[in-house]
């Protein structure tokens, strides 16, 4: 049995109930803007789902990154609600960065939570400004410090108990990266929203001289300690959004199979076929180049702060997958656009992929940098070279 398909097996031996439940009114859900139920991530938890990457000195199974990188890609294609691995991936990058840390007292009290099930987690960073002059201050004060400002977009603020928020220095400048908690005094989160992902539950958070004590404090080098997360997040955000356009992808086939136009099955004509070639020519390429990513990784080849074959799995699977649902969409006719919520839902989610992790024109720029900084290497001979 191939790799992809043991543990497209296991997902479904282990998790495949629960995928069952929480997709049952996923179209409801989404349709209406209703945050995906806090218990669904707690079913995941107690069943093991969170704690699989992690050491198996905090309760985890220490399965290595081309293993959970296809878990996730695999829950993404099994589940028919995209805010359930959204969110779960959001909680246990917010508690791998944790762990990194080394410190116990930030391992018992946010991680081992998150990756059980019983608190959740995600990205305080967004504030619709650039990135490296943010708006949300951090002061000194006697024992640790208070944060002042807002943050605009985060995906699971409304369900969320942990935010990894990230702030300027005020007296330095530089920024700082904190833990917050929903329910510290000046917290207060509301709504927000964006194109796509309506139930992955968006809010934004406004901080009025939150007072954190001193062991809050993550890193403060949090321009790198942000860029290792973002690094990590686009990684795990190629393994989503391909699972998720594999599910697009057969969902179209599989209707156009029973689909017929006078009196001959959709999936009969040339230009139908074509468009199916082409569909799966984008997801196997797809998943070719993250799946050599992911082994990559787990052989120690990837820059833990800015890796280019990570960004550019990233960039490539948004690209491709919103490649496959323009295709789809063209031979559906009026089912992909009224028939079927799903295809929507998956245009309005991929359109927010383009600038999520860093978007894609600012990874262009990035990787173009880096490889162009790079000494040629190959077989071009010497009189090829410019």
């Not at 992955?200 to 001289?209: F, R």
């Not at 321009?223 to 599910?247: E, F, I």
């Not at 001979?381 to 410019?386: D, I, M």
Request: aromatic share 6%; net charge negative.
């Amino acid at each position: 049995m191939h790799f992809s398909e043991h543990v497209a097996e296991m997902v479904h031996r282990r998790w495949g109930a629960l995928l069952t439940e929480v997709g049952a009114e996923a179209a409801e859900r989404y349709r209406d803007g209703i945050p995906l139920p806090r218990r669904h991530l707690a079913n995941a938890g107690e069943q093991g789902i969170q704690s699989l990457h992690f050491p198996e000195e905090i309760g985890g199974e220490g399965v290595d990154t081309r293993t959970w990188g296809t878990v996730l890609e695999e829950v993404a294609y099994q589940c028919p609600d995209a805010a359930f691995p959204v969110l779960l991936s959001m909680g246990t990058g917010v508690a791998d960065i944790l762990v990194s840390s080394g410190r116990p007292e930030l391992i018992d009290r946010y991680v081992v939570p998150i990756i059980t099930g019983r608190r959740t987690a995600t990205l305080a960073f967004s504030e619709d400004a650039d990135p490296f002059a943010l708006h949300t201050v951090a002061r000194r004060t006697p024992g640790g410090f208070q944060l002042s400002g807002r943050k605009d977009y985060m995906t699971g603020g409304l369900t969320s108990d942990v935010l990894l928020c990230y702030a300027r220095m005020a007296d330095t400048d530089r920024i700082a990266a904190f833990v917050v908690e929903h329910d510290d005094p000046g917290v207060q989160i509301s709504p927000g929203g964006g194109i796509g992902f309506s139930s992955s539950a968006m809010g934004s958070m406004t901080l009025t001289d939150v007072r954190l004590p001193k062991d809050r404090l993550v890193d403060i080098d949090g321009t790198q300690h942000a860029q290792r997360y973002l690094n990590s997040r686009r990684l795990y955000l190629a393994c989503l959004v391909t699972g998720m356009m594999r599910a697009v992808a057969d969902r179209a086939l599989t209707r156009l199979r029973c689909a017929r136009r006078q009196g001959q099955a959709l999936i009969e004509f040339p230009n139908v076929q074509a468009t199916v070639g082409r569909m799966h020519i984008a997801v196997q390429a797809t998943r070719a180049l993250l799946h050599q990513t992911l082994a990559d990784v787990d052989r120690g080849m990837a820059d833990p702060v800015f890796d280019v074959q990570i960004s550019a799995a990233k960039h490539f699977a948004t690209e491709r997958a919103l490649f496959v649902v323009n295709q789809a969409m063209r031979v559906l006719g009026g089912h992909g656009y009224y028939g079927d919520y799903f295809y929507g839902a998956f245009l309005r989610d991929c359109t927010g992929l383009l600038c999520a992790a860093g978007t894609q024109d600012l990874l262009e720029i990035n990787i173009g940098a880096l490889v162009a900084a790079r000494p040629i290497t190959g077989t071009m001979r010497k009189e090829e070279r410019p």
